[in-house]
């Protein structure tokens, strides 16, 4: 399969700990972008990178969570001292264009409960 | 404030046709109209997307007004694995999608 994968794709925590999703982009793809999906709502857009370049982060929830991407291929997404209101789907796109025409394709998600 | 505005839900009969519609009116010139489905529990599923010429693939059509304003996809044939929640997206502020809560189609047998 050569489409974006994420682990794990279950990640049950306790309020505090601190948790890590990888995500896979498709080769050479050099955009990657990372949302979350609560219940009921749309995926709600959290960060990009062009390469290993994070030139997106304002829209990060707070400074709990940080992503990197350091070599440009697979990325991971980091919350820490967790808490409940982070229980969600964590989803990764990439996108091999750049410009105002651009289709990301998605993982399928990594889902944190936070108990 | 939400760029699309999509019906929350709708009801198709299985090998009917769906016609699902989205209302864009504040779209720029240079803005895609994009579609995407989310089967439930998985990542979002790429449909189609364009500008200002209707476009045609082996999943679905997309028909975009003259004025640009508004559109709709069309599933030609639903089947039951059609059932899911449908994202018409025309705001991408930087490189951010913007999804809205999107129609949940029902494909009815």
């Known amino acids: 399969d050569t489409g974006v994968s994420q682990n794990p794709r279950h990640k049950i925590t306790k309020r505090g700990q601190n948790v890590t999703f990888r995500c896979d982009p498709i080769s050479e793809h050099n955009r990657l972008y990372w949302y979350r999906q609560t219940l009921g709502q749309g995926p709600e857009f959290l960060t990009y990178?062009?390469?290993?370049?994070?030139?997106?982060k304002s829209r990060l929830l707070s400074d709990r969570f940080s992503a990197e991407r350091p070599k440009g291929s697979f990325s991971t997404l980091e919350i820490q001292r967790t808490e409940q209101g982070d229980s969600a789907m964590y989803l990764c796109?990439?996108?091999?264009?750049?410009?105002?025409?651009?289709?990301?394709?998605f993982g399928p998600g990594t889902r944190l409960l936070v108990l | 404030d939400a760029k699309t505005t999509q019906p929350p839900s709708m009801d198709c009969a299985e090998g009917r046709a769906a016609n699902l519609p989205c209302n864009h009116s504040?779209?720029?010139?240079?803005?895609?109209v994009y579609w995407y489905r989310q089967i439930h529990s998985q990542g979002p599923q790429y449909i189609i997307h364009?500008?200002?010429n209707n476009e045609t693939n082996e999943m679905a059509s997309l028909i975009i007004t003259e004025d640009r304003k508004s559109s709709t996809l069309i599933l030609p044939h639903a089947t039951l694995r059609d059932t899911a929640v449908y994202y018409c997206?025309?705001?991408?502020?930087?490189?951010?999608?913007?999804f809205g809560t999107g129609t949940s189609l029902t494909v009815i047998p």
């Open positions: 364009g500008l200002k």
């Open positions: 990178f062009q390469n290993e370049a994070q030139l997106e």
């Open positions: 504040t779209i720029s010139g240079n803005e895609y």
């Open positions: 796109a990439s996108s091999p264009q750049t410009g105002v025409k651009e289709t990301q394709y």
């Open positions: 997206i025309a705001l991408r502020t930087g490189n951010q999608f913007y």
